[in-house]
């Protein structure tokens, strides 16, 4: 009788601690004690610099169903900071993107600013610079909070037409830079799990299990590519390439499209 008891006992720690680890927007024992820090409750918005709180308030971002979620078609486009900034650092999150969607996670962030309306026949980089030297004084009821960073880029590879036009701006790039090694993205409406490592200025994105970019934040890849996209924008180029800023928050990203976050956690690396 004892042996069966303590077999059942067994049988039943090991459910119990399957079922923490499998639990929404929360740190298991063996997280807490490794130093993790959850940043989603899957219920309010602690931790995040919430849009719907500021004047006028935001609307692109709620939560639904224990994930924060991208409004599609927002009044004013903007990003979902962390209210903590991180240097070093590993996280980790599940997201889950619209038909046709396009959303990200932006990192080693080194400004973000309301980008004016465009001249005539103006590049989005060229309006991007106009709004870095001349900064909206209040902020608006209508526009697009831009944020000058690196992403994580999320998007539907299957339908969205940004994503079938380059590699480096499919599911798990470094947007812009660096291409995935291999297309681990699941289906639209389906989670994914997603990890991205920063150390230094080395960084690893992983999907689905997956390493699908190793690569570097000051590398000449991610110059030449920096000068080709924002040549006519020198401000904004030089912060990509310099990075002044090291500790910095993460953002969450409202690309007009709905997106879903959930299970977002991370491990601050070296004590920052």
Known sequence: MTK??????????????????????SLTPEEKKAGWILLFDGKTMTGWDDPRSKNPPGD??????????????????????????????????EWKIA???NS?????????????????????????????RNRAAERPSRGQDYVIGFEYQITDDAANRDAKSNPTHTAGAL????????AMERPAG????????????HVEHWLNGVKVVDTTLDSPQERA?????????????????????????????????????RNIKVLPLNGR
Do not use: M
């Not at 947007?175 to 291999?182: F, K």
């Open 60 to 93: 692109a971002w709620t939560i639904e169903e224990g994930a924060l979620k991208a409004q599609p078609n927002p009044r004013i486009t903007e990003d979902l900071f962390s209210r903590q900034s991180f240097r070093d650092f590993e996280l980790a999150w």
């Open 190 to 201: 389906e989670w994914n799990q997603s990890r991205l490592v920063v150390r230094g200025n």
């Open 175 to 182: 947007y812009d830079v660096v291409a995935p090694l291999s």
């Open 4 to 25: 069966w008891v303590a077999a059942l006992g067994v049988a039943l720690n090991a459910v119990v601690a399957a079922q923490n680890a499998a639990a929404p927007n």
């Open 225 to 261: 590519a920096v000068e080709k996209r924002w040549g006519v924008a020198p401000h904004v180029a030089k912060l990509l390439i310099d990075q002044p800023k090291k500790d910095c928050p993460i953002s969450l990203q409202n690309h007009g499209d709905a997106c879903w976050f």
């Open 104 to 132: 990200g996670v932006k990192y080693r962030i080194q400004d973000h600013l309301f980008v004016p309306r465009p001249a005539p026949g103006e590049r989005f980089e060229a309006t991007v610079e106009k709004g870095f």
């Open 99 to 101: 038909p046709g969607g």
